[in-house]
C-alpha cells in the first residue's frame, strides 16, 4: 500500500534536451532557485549539472541573480525559426542553428548571460569556444582596468576568483595605459568588516545577501559610472549578526574579515570538516587551522541545517580554544587540597578504586550538553551502574528568526535522547543540590560544566565525599576537584551532536589538545571499563554504533551514515 | 536638525506617492520637491523620504550620489547651467561658461558646482538643456534664456536681484 502511493506520487521529470559544447545532454526543465522554487533551468545551471563550470562572479545559487558582472557570457546557438514558426531543418533532418550575432555586427558573437537566460529544447551551448573565450577576456579586461595589481600583498589571493579566472582567460599585459581610478581604501563597514573599494567588482553580492537573505538592507553602490563603490549609509554601521557572511560571497578581496585579514594566507590552512557549537542549529562549518591553531570558522554548505551561511557570534567563537587558562593536567586533591599532577594511567586507576567503593543512588552526575553523544553515552553507562541522578547545564540566551536558537547547547537534543537530560533541561539540578545537603549524594561527577555557576556553593561542595571535576577551562570547581581531568575542545576530537531539530552531525578533529588534555571519550571509556562490567567499543565510529543501536531514538544508524552533511532523527 | 516641511508640501507629497505603483518609484519625485523645498537634499531629507516610503536610508542615498542634479549642499541664491552638449558647444559654451566663472570670480576648470563668495551664485556646466535649435542656452535658475552671448550673459547676471 505504501509503495503504491509512493509511486504515484513519482512523476516524471520533464527534460529539455539541449546541446553543449557539442554533446547532446537531457537538462529538467526547471530546477531549484535560491530559494528552492522552481525556475525554468538556466544555461549555468544545465552546464553545471553535466559537469561544465561557467566563471561567473554575481551569480551565487543562494542568491536572487543580478545578471550584472557578465563574466558567464557564452555563445550560443538557438533553432531557426521558418516564417511557419517551424523550425528550418537542415538536409540531413536536423534543426538548422542560428548563432547570436550583434545586430550591428553580424561577424561578432552576441553572447548570452548563463546565469539568466533559461534553456530551450535544441539549443547549443559553447562553453570553450573561441567566441565564448573572447567573450570572457573581453570582460576580464574591463574588470581589471580599474583594479589594483597587488595580488601579492592581498588577502584574498589563493581564493580570489579575479585571480583564477585571470590565470584561465585572462592576458598577461595590460592595454590600459590612462590613470586608474582610485577610489577608498580600509573603509570600516562594520565591527567585523573592512572594505577596498578598489578590489570590488561591483557584483552586488553583498548587498543582495544582506538584504534578500539577512534582511538587513544596509549596502548599496553610491556614486556613478568608473566611481561606484559599495557602501553603507553614511554614519551608520553594517553589523548586523550575519554580516562576515559577505566576506564569503566576495568573489574578491574587497570585502575582508577584520578578525582574520593579514593572520594566515589560505594555502597554508588545513580545512577540517566540523559543527558549530555555539547554539543548538549546528551550523556546518569548515575549521581553518594550520600547526595546532585555528585561524577561522566558514559556513559548509548544508541546506538541511545552515544552507551556506552562519552568524558571525558562532564564526568568531573558537578563541577560547587558545586560552592560556586551558587545564593541561590531571590532578588528584588529598584532604589537605594539595594536589599532585598524574599520569591518565594513575588518575583514571586512583578514581576507578574511589568509585567502585560508591553506593547506589548515592552518587550525582551533571554532565554537559556540549559533549557529543558518543561522550553522553558513555556518562550514562556509569550512570546507569551507580543508578546516579544525571542532568545537564541549560544554556539560554537570545535567538533570531533565521539561525541562531535560543538553546546555546549544541546537543541537547542528544543528552535528552540518550537520557541524560529530560525535556527541561537542569529540572533535575535542584534535586541534586537537595540531595548533596541531606547528605543522600556523596558523589559528584561534573563533566564539562562550572557546577558553581549553577548555584553549588563551597558550603554544599563541601559535604560531598568525591567531587570529580572534568572540564575544558579553569573554574573555581575545578580548583575544588577531587579528580580533575582535563578534557578537549570539540576542535580537539571526532564526534557527533543532535542538534535543535534532530539531525545528527559529526565533526571532525582539526587540531591537537594542548598538555594532557584528551578526548573525553578516551578516558571515560577507560572509566567505565574499570568501573562497570561493562566492554564498550573502543572506537568512536564504534562507540557511536554502539549507542545507536542500543537507543531506540537514534534508530540504528551508523556512524558513516552520517556522512559529511549528517541524517535526520526523530527527537 | 529637524526637518520643517510645511503641511501643504507634505500633502502635495503624498499625493504624488499615489500616482505609483510602488512606492519606491516616487522616490525621484520626492528628492525633486525637497530640493526645491530646501533648495538641496540634506541628510535629513534623505531620511525623511526614506521613512516615508518605507525604505532604508541607503536606498535614497544611492540615488542622490547618481543624479548630479541632486545637491547635497546648498547652492547660490541663482543657480545658472550652461549647456555643454554638442550644439551648444558648437554654440561657444565653453568660451560662454569661461566668462561666467570668471565674472563671478569661480575657476572654470573646477568640476560639478560652484558658488560665489558672496552666496548669490552658483555655476554648472550641464548636459543638453534641450533647445539646441537656439545654442548656446543657460538656465538661470527656472528661467530659460537662449542664444546666449557673453554680453547678454553678463546682463542675466546683473539683472538678477
New interface residues.
Given amino acids: 500500500m505504501a509503495n503504491e502511493t509512493t509511486k504515484a506520487e513519482i512523476k516524471p521529470v520533464e527534460t529539455v534536451t539541449v546541446k553543449v559544447d557539442g554533446s547532446r545532454v537531457e537538462v529538467p526543465k526547471t530546477t531549484p532557485d535560491w530559494q528552492g522554487n522552481p525556475i525554468p533551468t538556466t544555461i549555468l545551471q544545465a552546464c553545471k549539472m553535466v559537469g561544465k563550470e561557467i566563471p561567473h562572479y554575481c551569480y551565487h545559487p543562494k542568491l536572487p541573480v543580478a545578471g550584472n558582472c557578465r563574466m558567464c557570457l557564452v555563445e550560443v546557438g538557438m533553432p531557426a525559426m521558418g516564417r511557419d514558426r517551424k523550425p528550418i531543418l537542415n538536409q540531413d533532418g536536423t534543426p538548422k542553428i542560428q548563432k547570436g550575432v550583434l545586430p550591428y555586427d553580424p561577424s561578432l558573437p552576441r553572447g548570452a548571460i548563463a546565469c539568466a537566460t533559461p534553456v530551450a529544447p535544441n539549443m547549443e551551448i559553447h562553453t570553450d569556444s573561441d567566441n565564448t573565450k573572447m567573450m570572457r577576456e573581453g570582460i576580464l579586461e574591463s574588470l581589471l582596468i580599474n583594479h589594483p595589481l597587488d595580488c601579492t600583498i592581498c588577502d584574498q589571493a589563493g581564493e580570489c576568483k579575479l585571480q583564477e579566472y585571470s590565470m584561465e582567460h585572462g592576458q598577461a599585459k595590460s592595454q590600459f595605459v590612462e590613470t586608474k581610478v582610485s577610489k577608498p581604501k580600509q573603509v570600516d563597514l562594520g565591527p567585523r568588516i573592512m572594505l577596498d573599494d578598489e578590489r570590488c567588482v561591483l557584483c552586488t553580492r553583498c548587498i543582495r545577501f544582506t538584504r534578500d537573505v539577512a534582511h538587513d538592507?544596509?549596502?548599496?553602490?553610491?556614486?556613478?559610472g568608473s566611481y561606484n563603490t559599495i557602501?553603507?549609509?553614511?554614519?551608520?554601521k553594517f553589523d548586523n549578526n550575519y554580516t562576515l557572511n559577505t566576506v564569503d560571497l566576495c568573489p574578491v578581496g574587497a570585502l575582508t574579515s577584520k578578525d582574520f585579514r593579514f593572520q594566515m594566507r589560505v594555502w597554508f590552512m588545513k580545512e577540517t570538516e566540523s559543527i558549530c557549537t555555539s547554539c543548538s542549529t549546528g551550523c556546518n562549518i569548515k575549521v581553518g587551522s594550520r600547526e595546532n591553531k585555528v585561524y577561522r570558522y566558514e559556513p559548509r554548505d548544508n541546506d538541511a541545517v545552515n544552507a551556506s551561511w552562519m552568524c558571525d557570534e558562532g564564526r568568531l567563537n573558537y578563541k577560547w580554544v587558545h586560552r592560556e587558562d586551558r587545564l593541561k593536567e590531571c590532578l588528584i586533591r588529598n584532604h589537605n587540597s594539595e594536589s599532585r599532577s598524574v599520569e591518565w594511567v594513575t588518575i583514571i586507576q586512583e578514581l576507578s578504586e574511589r568509585l567502585s567503593k560508591c553506593e547506589k543512588g548515592s552518587v550525582a552526575i551533571l554532565a554537559s550538553a556540549r559533549a557529543s553523544n558518543e561522550e553522553l553515552y558513555l556518562i550514562k553507562l556509569l550512570a546507569d551502574h551507580f543508578e546516579a541522578i544525571t542532568d545537564c547545564v541549560p544554556r539560554k540566551g537570545e535567538g533570531d528568526d533565521f539561525l541562531v536558537q535560543s538553546d546555546k547547547n549544541p546537543n541537547s537534543n542528544g543528552a535528552r535522547a540518550i537520557g541524560i537530560a529530560f525535556s527541561e533541561m537542569g529540572i533535575q539540578i535542584p534535586e541534586i543540590d537537595e540531595g548533596i545537603s541531606e547528605g543522600r549524594i556523596k558523589t559528584l561527577l561534573s563533566f564539562g560544566e562550572n557546577i558553581t555557576r549553577v548555584g553549588m556553593n563551597d558550603e554544599l561542595l563541601a559535604k560531598l565525599d568525591l567531587l570529580v571535576v572534568s572540564d575544558i577551562l579553569g573554574s573555581h570547581a575545578a580548583d575544588k576537584a577531587d579528580f580533575l581531568l582535563p578534557g578537549c575542545a570539540h576542535l580537539e576530537k571526532r564526534g557527533s551532536f543532535v542538534n535543535e531539530k534532530g539531525r545528527v552531525q559529526k565533526f571532525m578533529k582539526a587540531v591537537e589538545a594542548p598538555g594532557k588534555a584528551r578526548p573525553d571519550w578516551e578516558w571515560l571509556r577507560e572509566l567505565v571499563v574499570h568501573v562497570t562490567n561493562e566492554k564498550p567499543a573502543d572506537t568512536l565510529p564504534g562507540l557511536f554504533n554502539e549507542m545507536s543501536a542500543n537507543n531506540a531514538a537514534f534508530g540504528g544508524i551508523q556512524w558513516k551514515d552520517l556522512g559529511s552533511l549528517g541524517t535526520d532523527i526523530k527527537i | 536638525m529637524s526637518l520643517n516641511i510645511p503641511q501643504k508640501l507634505e500633502s502635495e507629497i503624498e499625493e504624488l506617492i499615489t500616482h505609483y505603483p510602488e512606492k519606491r518609484s516616487a522616490s525621484m519625485m520626492l528628492l525633486h520637491a525637497l530640493q526645491e523645498h530646501f533648495g538641496y537634499v540634506s541628510k535629513e531629507s534623505i531620511e525623511w523620504i526614506a521613512k516615508k516610503l518605507e525604505l532604508k536610508p541607503i536606498n535614497v542615498h544611492e540615488l542622490v550620489t547618481f543624479y548630479p542634479m541632486f545637491r547635497q549642499e546648498p547652492a547660490g541664491k541663482y543657480v545658472v547651467k550652461v549647456c555643454r552638449t554638442l550644439s551648444c558647444a558648437l554654440g561657444g559654451s565653453g568660451k560662454l561658461h569661461k566668462h561666467v566663472c570668471s565674472k563671478l570670480g569661480l575657476d572654470a576648470e573646477n568640476h560639478g558646482l560652484q558658488t560665489s563668495e558672496d552666496g548669490k551664485f552658483s555655476v554648472e556646466f550641464v548636459e543638453c538643456l534641450a533647445s539646441c535649435g537656439t545654442a548656446p542656452v543657460i538656465m538661470c535658475n527656472n528661467e530659460f534664456h537662449e542664444g546666449v552671448s557673453q554680453e547678454k550673459a553678463d546682463t542675466i547676471i546683473n539683472q538678477c536681484p
Fill in positions: 538592507d544596509a549596502l548599496g553602490i553610491v556614486n556613478r557602501a553603507a549609509y553614511p554614519g551608520s
